[in-house]
């Protein structure tokens, strides 16, 4: 009865739930962050609700054992839609609703922890208690009682499969065959059975698998160590007599992020002490089939790298060899990991068609072994009952192989989702044979039972087709069929085939690696550009005297996976031959700030571990010495890091705390230097506008110690995120002086530019405060304010100081590298000295003078779109950014402090000025503020239209900026290559259409991008400038986004953050003018030495403007 079928309900029921949640969470503002927790949910246990569906119909379960499940989904279901009619103020209702919410989630989870593992249990009991009365009636037989054997087998096989007892009297050849390959796999006797009839109704393929079946249940039932081994007896007894390997390997960019449950938040490819899930398939597969392989030749390939895609494969030996034994697998597998990037899409169809050319050269039998992550790669627009190109391909190559001696395994490893790879099988056309296997080694190694016993289930599960495939190839005349018409193999980079520690390398199919982990000497090259003594000069001549380093180190859990993007996937404390990050910025520091530390002595603090937390910290030696030099205080770092267990949080108010104990005792001027990869802990539910106790300690540390002549430097290292920190300081109070600065050194480190450049660069940016800050200690009376009164130091444990050394392992993480730091490109000698009185403006356009910049054109883009008029909400008063009074407004200041420095460095003081977003522009074209292409005459004229045009428009929009930046390419084409700056001042970033997928552009960002791009084979740098509220946090990464160009020529700057400091405007007028233009001097000679600047191009018609509006 169809009806109590519970897989055939519960089914519907759960896609009732689903659609409902789909639908609701858009319209349900109020409960949109529990209605996406709740999808999420239901996307984890889909694949299991539709393996239970689907066991359910087969086996004809009851619907009772899932009746809670499916009540709690049917009430689900009408509770998301009572939800979407809440109003947004009934605030009891939403409360109560929450709630609900909530608990249904809960609910859901424990169902699937609870419920559905004890149901497995006595699943599994009850199929091992009938496999126990199978083997306990056959071993009851004694030979010669033909009548008692058939009957207890055919009573066996009838209660089984639902046959009729009177159906077992006749006697059926393929029934005596069944039981003939059966007591071969299980070795049980035979002598008894010539004679016995079932009439279980199977084909040869069939009985064979039934053989394998039997097989598994004695295999896995063994607890010695020789169960793989006993799988290799069941294949060999089963009927195959010779198979050779070919293993496939998958390098897609998943693989980053899909061991995230299965490994431990590692990259499956990760490369530890112990086997990740390839290199454990690899070894099952390989010992099982090896005695199978007279050669022991395994032919080994990747795929879905950089090089590769979904077009081809490469070979793990550069010179075609295969592998000789699966230990050579592994051994190259490791080799080669470490030099790849991962891309993808993923098919199967290259290394199928590699697998084809191996068998059509050889005629023998093959097993391909494709080792993946993920299934095939479906575009998201793929309408529903049609396949992807990547799919269409992938079939298309399995019928093929199926015409040749050839079985295809696919083995999942990783998170999945598998439920379309479960299915894929189904959707393949008629074939020769059956040539396909899918298995999950995630869901089998998963498993809570023995080691031993989920290797035998893994290598039965990928193999038990392999001899009916085998035997199917015979008796289709394929095995054995040399065809000479082959492909030829696709050749690796000749640099694969080199040293087996290899690391990264150059070459046209594998790209390098920007790595930040390089070894330094001891002295800092000083070939070119600033470096290290002459960052130390600078900061003499800004009148630092003296000052003494005190090192802190955080040791959170998180330092394991923010190195997945900056540190090739490896914990930010990995200890190896090169520097991490920490080390890096220990030795950078450390060897600037030497010369002003009179005693060379440095107190060095761990925090964030598991003993310290959020409320201690602990030395670096026991006896709460100092370190003498950073030479030690790397020492000690690489002795303590193997005896560390990460935890957390983090909280930086301990170390401050310490930090000013030491200031204290001493009076003298310190500067800490907190290294950390993440920012202060805040927990999910704290209220928006509110500070977490973590961050309100920090904070509260932060100011006490401006009350002390102590410096705070935050160095970030990893992928961060950071957009809170680069935000820290504008939350802090009033203090006694400005002694907090945050530094971004992944970014600084991983800039394409040489080494020391980068040394210098980090240096300057997280030390060029601190003269200034001296100065302040002094001129409030504070440096030399001895206070006696101390706190006691906390002293590690003992067992910090082993030097035992460890390597630990990294974990991936979807943190994005945010870009913070806007004092870079300080190689070209800008001196940011304050003056008594502030720094000028004038003075910037001195610095940029003298660092190299000749002449500089400006060009000015205004944007016009719609949210001008709610973004200034925050930041100006709940007024339109565009509204003209008697002050200036955002716009006006930032085009009267950028026209004021450049100003001098402008020839004819001509300023081409545009508007864009408006209703007659929108995303597609620009107007001019003067008639007849006109320019001002100087930022007064350009100021003035501004006003005159203002009132006249109506804002729309969308927002690109790929119009103003073509204008703009069109002006510097007709100048005859001059330099210019395209100053771009708007409200918010690009548009991005909320369907536009996860990981692609919307049209608008695209074009951009590519107008970026187009803009880099020009003589020209483009300035964002963002003003209003934001959000801008897409914009702070749009340059990662943006392809390989000549030159780097876009900048992005927060007008509204430097501009709401808590300093004199002066001052923040300057400050916006170097974030703003710092980055031109370099640019300009980067037009210079590309051969950009000045370059005649033919003149091309270009972009014409619109006429001014009014």
């Not at 055939?8 to 996406?36: C, N, P, R």
């Not at 039997?214 to 294949?235: C, D, F, H, I, W």
Request: one cysteine or more; proline letters at 4%; aromatic letters at 8%.
């Amino acid at each position: 009865m169809a009806e109590l079928v519970g897989g055939a309900v519960i089914g519907a029921v759960f896609g009732e739930l689903l659609k409902a949640v789909l639908e609701m969470k858009d319209k349900a503002t109020m409960f949109k962050q529990t209605l996406i927790s709740l999808r999420s949910t239901l996307v984890a246990i889909a694949p299991v609700i539709k393996e239970i569906e689907q066991q359910n119909i087969e086996l004809g379960r009851p619907i009772e054992e899932l009746k809670p499940l499916i009540k709690e989904m049917e009430d689900g279901t009408k509770l998301v839609y009572r939800c979407s009619r809440i109003h947004r103020l009934n605030y009891l209702a939403k409360a109560r609703y929450q709630e609900q919410l909530e608990a249904l989630v809960d609910s859901l989870v424990m169902f699937f922890l609870i419920n559905m593992q004890a149901q497995t249990t006595r699943d599994q009991k009850e199929t091992l208690l009938k496999v126990r009365r199978i083997f306990s009636a056959v071993n009851k037989f004694q030979p010669g009682n033909r009548e008692d054997t058939v009957a207890v087998v055919a009573s066996a096989s009838s209660s089984e499969s639902g046959i009729n007892d009177s159906s077992a009297t006749q006697p059926d050849e393929n029934a005596l065959e069944t039981n003939s390959v059966i007591n071969q796999a299980t070795g049980i006797s035979s002598s008894g059975f010539d004679a016995v009839t079932v009439t279980v109704d199977v084909s040869e393929s069939e009985s064979t698998t039934v053989a394998m079946a039997m097989a598994m249940a004695t295999a896995t039932q063994s607890a010695g160590t020789n169960s793989v081994e006993q799988v290799t007896a069941a294949l060999s007894r089963a009927g195959l007599v010779s198979s050779k390997l070919i293993i496939g390997i998958d390098f897609t960019k998943s693989n980053e992020w899909t061991g995230r449950k299965s490994f431990n938040r590692r990259s499956l490819h990760h490369i530890g002490n112990d086997l990740n899930p390839y290199e454990q398939a690899i070894s099952i597969i390989g010992k099982t089939l090896s005695s199978f392989n007279e050669d022991n030749l395994i032919p080994c390939f990747g795929f879905g790298d950089a090089s590769t895609q979904d077009e081809d494969v490469f070979s793990f030996h550069s010179d075609e060899r295969f592998c000789n034994g699966f230990e050579e697998v592994l051994s190259r597998y490791r080799d080669i990991v470490p030099s790849l990037r991962l891309s993808g899409p993923t098919s199967f169809a290259p290394i199928i068609e590699r697998a084809i050319t191996i068998v059509e050269k050889s005629g023998k039998y093959h097993v391909l072994l494709i080792i993946a992550d993920g299934q095939v790669t479906r575009n998201v627009r793929t309408p529903h009952g049609q396949l992807g190109p990547q799919e269409q391909k992938t079939i298309d190559a399995i019928v093929k192989a199926s015409k040749y001696p050839l079985s295809i395994v696919l083995v999942g490893v990783g998170d999945g989702p598998w439920d379309m790879m479960r299915e894929f099988d189904d959707n393949i056309p008629a074939r020769a044979f059956g040539n396909f296997k899918f298995v999950n080694f995630t869901e089998i190694l998963s498993k809570r039972i023995d080691l031993t016993r989920k290797e035998t289930e893994f290598a039965l599960a990928a193999l038990k087709d392999i001899p009916s495939q085998y035997k199917a190839t015979m008796d289709l005349g394929i095995l054995g069929d040399t065809q000479m018409e082959h492909s030829t193999d696709r050749v690796p980079p000749s640099d694969l085939a080199s040293s087996s520690n290899m690391t990264s390398f150059t070459s046209n199919c594998f790209q390098q690696r920007t790595s930040i982990h390089t070894s330094y000497d001891n002295g800092i090259n000083t070939e070119s550009g600033l470096y290290g003594d002459k960052v130390t000069a600078t900061l003499s001549r800004a009148g630092l005297v003296s000052s003494n380093l005190i090192i802190a180190i955080d040791f959170t859990k998180s330092n394991e996976w923010t190195g997945r993007k900056s540190f090739n996937r490896r914990s930010l404390h990995h200890i190896g031959n090169g520097l991490n990050p920490y080390e890096q910025a220990i030795s950078i520091i450390g060897k600037t700030l030497s010369s002003f530390n009179e005693d060379n002595l440095i107190p060095c603090f761990g925090f964030g571990d598991a003993s310290t937390r959020d409320e201690d910290v602990f030395s670096f030696h026991s006896d709460e010495r100092f370190c003498n030099g950073f030479e030690e205080v790397l020492t000690r770092y690489r002795e303590i890091v193997p005896c560390l267990r990460l935890s957390g949080p983090t909280s930086f108010a301990p170390i401050i705390e310490r930090a000013i104990t030491i200031v204290k005792r001493s009076g003298k001027f310190h500067v800490l230097l907190i290294i950390a990869d993440g920012q202060v802990t805040r927990a999910v539910d704290t209220p928006h506008g509110q500070l977490s106790q973590h961050e309100q300690k920090t904070i509260d540390a932060i100011v006490k110690a401006s009350a002390y002549p102590l410096s705070i430097v935050l160095v970030g290292v990893g992928d961060g995120p950071w957009d809170m920190m680069m935000e820290f300081d504008d939350n802090i109070p009033t203090r006694t002086f400005d002694n907090f600065k945050f530094v971004n050194f992944t970014e600084i480190l991983s800039k394409r530019v040489d080494l020391t450049r980068k040394e210098t660069e980090f240096a300057l940016a997280a030390l060029m405060d601190i003269p200034s800050q001296y100065k302040a200690t002094i001129d409030l009376g504070i440096l030399g304010d001895a206070h006696m009164g101390h706190s006691t130091y906390r002293v590690p444990p003992s067992h910090y100081d082993t030097a035992s050394s460890t390597n630990v392992p990294s974990f991936p993480s979807n943190s994005f590298q945010q870009r913070t730091s806007i004092h870079t490109d300080y190689d070209n000698g800008i001196n940011t000295e304050p003056s008594s009185s502030g720094l000028y403006v004038n003075k910037v356009s001195a610095a940029l003078s003298s660092a190299g910049l000749v002449y500089s054109n400006l060009i000015i883009g205004i944007d016009f779109t719609k949210s001008n008029e709610w973004t200034g909400k925050k930041s100006f008063n709940r007024r339109s950014l565009h509204h003209i009074g008697s002050g200036h407004n955002p716009y006006e200041q930032a085009i009267s402090i950028i026209g004021k420095t450049l100003s001098s460095l402008n020839a004819d003081n001509s300023i081409p000025c545009f508007g864009f977003g408006d209703a007659s522009t929108h995303d597609e074209d620009v107007f001019s503020f003067l008639s007849n292409e006109r320019f001002c005459d100087g930022f007064e004229e350009a100021l003035s239209r501004y006003r005159e045009i203002v009132p006249c428009l109506r804002l729309s929009g969308p927002t690109s900026f790929a119009p103003i930046i073509e204008m703009a390419m069109t002006i510097v084409e007709r100048s005859g290559g001059k330099f210019y700056v395209l100053i771009i001042i708007a409200d918010g970033q690009v548009t991005r259409a909320v369907d536009t997928p996860h990981g692609q552009l919307s049209p608008q960002e695209r074009k951009t991008i590519d107008a970026i791009v187009k803009a880099s084979e020009y003589p020209m740098s483009i300035v964002l400038v963002g003003v209003g509220d934001g959000p801008w946090d897409m914009m702070m990464k749009l340059d990662d986004k943006i392809p390989a160009r000549a030159f780097d020529n876009f900048q992005f700057v927060n007008f509204t953050k430097i501009m709401s400091k808590s300093e004199d405007s002066t001052r923040k007028d300057t400050e916006f003018a170097q974030a703003a233009l710092m980055k031109i001097p370099s640019q300009y000679k980067a037009t210079v030495d590309h051969g950009i600047l000045g370059a005649q191009r033919g003149h091309s018609p270009g972009r014409v403007p619109l006429p001014p509006p009014c």
